[in-house]
T-cell receptor, first 114, second 113 residues
Framework: AQSVTQPDIHITVSEGASLELRCNYS??????LFWYVQSPGQGLQLLLK??????LVQGIKGFEAEFKRSQSSFNLRKPSVHWSDAAEYFC????????????FGTGTRLTIIP | KAGVTQTPRYLIKTRGQQVTLSCSPI?????VSWYQQTPGQGLQFLFE???????NKGNFPGRFSGRQFSNSRSEMNVSTLELGDSALYLC????????????FGQGTRLTVV
């Protein structure tokens, strides 16, 4: 069974500082990987995705993520955070067989301080 | 292009009642999935529908059911509501091909009292 681990429940960073959110997955083959962001009371917005190819993927809002097969990781990064980045971030995995079951991590809540 | 639309946004029901939630996918998307989000259990997959057929199901009791119509709109139903069913219910739609992503609606916040 596939699973996702986000080891950091809550992260606080200063505005303008760099950010890295960790994500580790468990899956028998190369999965499809996603990062979603959720503001309070809202749905999920897709930040970026990895299907195959280049292991460094660019997303919206200046985010990027790197797929590392050897570490079963898909960490999310941003060089300089803005106050509007405060939200909850979810890493998710889906099998590459086509069925639509996303398995999510428990999320990382990001707080930005001035 | 319009996104995924879920109605209603908020709902308050009494224990024992039943509830129906609606989801209109992005135009052209034929796969619709439902997820339950709670503080304790996080985001959990309920089921997926494609071409009016349930294609995949999560580990939820039979009180949770769904259906999909010929226009790809989907509904989910929860019967005999329990307090623990209070959650944000999210719907996602996707083009049904391999390298595509799911787009989520704003969710329906269900409160069971």
């Amino acid at each position: 069974a596939q699973s996702v681990t986000q080891p950091d429940i809550h992260i606080t960073v200063s505005e303008g500082a760099s950010l890295e959110l960790r994500c580790n997955y468990s899956y028998g083959a190369t999965p499809y990987l996603f990062w979603y962001v959720q503001s309070p009371g809202q749905g999920l917005q897709l930040l970026l995705k990895y299907f195959s190819g280049d292991t460094l993927v660019q997303g919206i809002k200046g985010f990027e993520a790197e797929f590392k097969r050897s570490q079963s990781s898909f960490n999310l990064r941003k060089p300089s955070v803005h106050w509007s980045d405060a939200a909850e971030y979810f890493c998710a995995v889906r099998s590459n067989f086509g069925n639509e079951k996303l398995t999510f991590g428990t999320g990382t809540r990001l707080t930005i301080i001035p | 292009k319009a996104g995924v639309t879920q109605t209603p946004r908020y709902l308050i029901k009494t224990r024992g009642q039943q509830v129906t939630l609606s989801c209109s996918p992005i135009s052209g998307h034929r796969s619709v999935s439902w997820y339950q989000q709670t503080p304790g259990q996080g985001l959990q997959f309920l089921f997926e529908y494609f071409s009016e057929t349930q294609r995949n199901k999560g580990n939820f009791p039979g009180r949770f059911s769904g259906r999909q119509f010929s226009n790809s709109r989907s509904e989910m139903n929860v019967s005999t509501l329990e307090l623990g069913d209070s959650a944000l219910y999210l719907c996602a739609s996707r083009l049904d091909s391999l390298n595509t992503e799911a787009f989520f609606g704003q969710g329906t916040r269900l409160t069971v009292v």
